[in-house]
């Protein structure tokens, strides 16, 4: 760092000494993420090298434009980053895609796709029900997606928590979509993405695949591939792929491409993170590293692994299971709600997010389930058996929320697993 940013022209003073309140900030979550068992399905801890570049003297660099193609001078180091993410993450999926890796995050990404699919305000888009583990760009009715589509919203089946891809394409016929959303925010069982272009074409509809949360299963071989089928194909770079927060567009078609190309900047964004894009060129050179596949086998056992254990324990499993890396606990089979669930966990150590589940009949804000995920866990080095571990804690302080010997005895194994395996 230049002595120019130092009042007193000597060394560079660190966080704590030029700003105390954030230094403690940092250290603090620094801290809980230490000694808190992360099973947020979103979330994951990524690597040195990534924060390293993440924090790196790129996010000093404006580059409006595309490599080779900037609107602003000195971007020659900046172009090699951007050029190494799109080819590495043309090759973790082992696709000739086109592909634009500078959206800020899956919802910018899932906006420019809107408009480079060729749709007008009032035009119709079909999408997965946010109730039913869709996400709000599927056309959540705050959403611009909502706000400036006609929805319709497809779900899952009550006594399967599945989709039924027959009453899906009926739908789809007539509802006459433009567009078709494949994916989910929160969907524990195997996508048939063949299924959904063949309906698609049936309609003459645009599919979009959404395949933020399985995007790691995807690269590794463990989930069915959108590409081939897709014309356009979205993701964000952390949850399950490890990296830096940020979204990643593929297109089928150079003039897809072309309309995605302009619609991200100067549609709706200006200058790219190059510090972010160069981050995601690191997550994606080691995920396309053999220990990545290994790591996510590991994700996807470990959450069918506590799948099983909750049912074993008593509690209702949504869809009765996953095929991915996470899966609903319905807590009120147990007259519990996601709420009490979330507060009660977080203080024990374990964090977790309410969720509605399919045909839920509380409240938002209370919800009747949980989402549970296994990606920062294993992260972190935990396999099938400290999964399972972690189902029977949790089971343990649910079915014993009014007994602090025992909330306490469940905060000390929590504890005890974060020891074992520490992080940073």
Not at 279 to 304: I, T
Not at 338 to 347: F, P, Q, R, S, V
Request: glycine share 8%.
């Amino acid at each position: 760092m230049s002595q120019a940013l130092s009042s007193n022209h000597t060394a560079p003073k660190a966080l704590s000494d030029i700003d105390p309140e954030i230094a403690a900030v940092v250290d603090d979550e620094l801290k809980r993420q230490q000694n808190t068992i992360e099973l947020i399905a979103s979330e994951n801890i990524v690597s040195t090298a990534v924060m390293e570049a993440q924090g790196s003297v790129l996010t000093n660099k404006y580059a409006e434009g595309y490599p080779n193609r900037r609107y602003y001078g000195g971007c020659e180091h900046v172009d090699v980053a951007e050029e190494l993410a799109k080819k590495r993450a043309q090759a973790l999926f082992d696709t000739k895609y086109y592909v634009n890796v500078q959206a800020h995050s899956g919802s910018q990404a899932n906006m420019a796709a809107y408009l480079a699919a060729g749709l007008e305000k009032g035009d119709r888009v079909l999408g997965m029900s946010l109730d039913h583990g869709g996400h709000l760009t599927h056309g959540f009715k705050l959403n611009f997606s909502g706000r400036d589509y006609e929805i319709g919203s497809y779900g899952v089946e009550k006594d399967t928590g599945a989709i039924d891809y027959d009453k899906l394409e009926a739908q789809a016929v007539e509802f006459k979509p433009k567009m078709i959303i494949a994916g989910a925010s929160n969907y524990s069982r195997t996508i048939d993405f063949e299924r959904f272009a063949a309906i698609a074409e049936k309609v003459g509809a645009v599919l979009m695949v959404d395949m933020a949360h399985i995007a790691g299963l995807v690269a590794c071989g463990l989930h069915s591939s959108p590409f081939g089928h897709a014309d356009i194909v979205t993701t964000t770079t952390h949850k399950t792929l490890r990296g830096p927060r940020g979204g990643m567009i593929f297109s089928k078609t150079l003039d897809i491409q072309k309309r995605i190309n302009s619609r991200v900047f100067p549609g709706i964004q200006g200058g790219p993170l190059m510090h972010v894009i160069a981050a995601k060129a690191v997550a994606f050179g080691e995920a396309l590293k053999p220990e990545f596949k290994e790591y996510m086998s590991r994700v996807k056992d470990s959450a069918n692994a506590m799948a099983e254990t909750f049912k074993e324990e008593g509690w209702a499993v949504v869809s009765d299971g996953t095929d991915n890396h996470l899966f609903s606990l319905n807590v009120m089979s147990q007259g519990v709600t996601g709420k009490a669930a979330e507060e009660l966990l977080d203080t024990v150590g374990i964090t977790v997010n309410k969720n509605l589940i399919p045909f839920d009949e509380q409240p938002a804000q209370e919800a009747s389930g949980i989402r549970v995920g296994t990606p920062a866990i294993c992260s972190r080095g935990f396999g099938v058996e400290e999964a399972k571990q972690v189902a029977l804690l949790i089971s343990k302080a649910l079915k014993n929320k009014d007994d602090q010997a025992v909330l306490d005895e469940v905060k000390a194994g929590t504890q005890a697993l974060c020891d074992q395996f520490p992080i940073y």
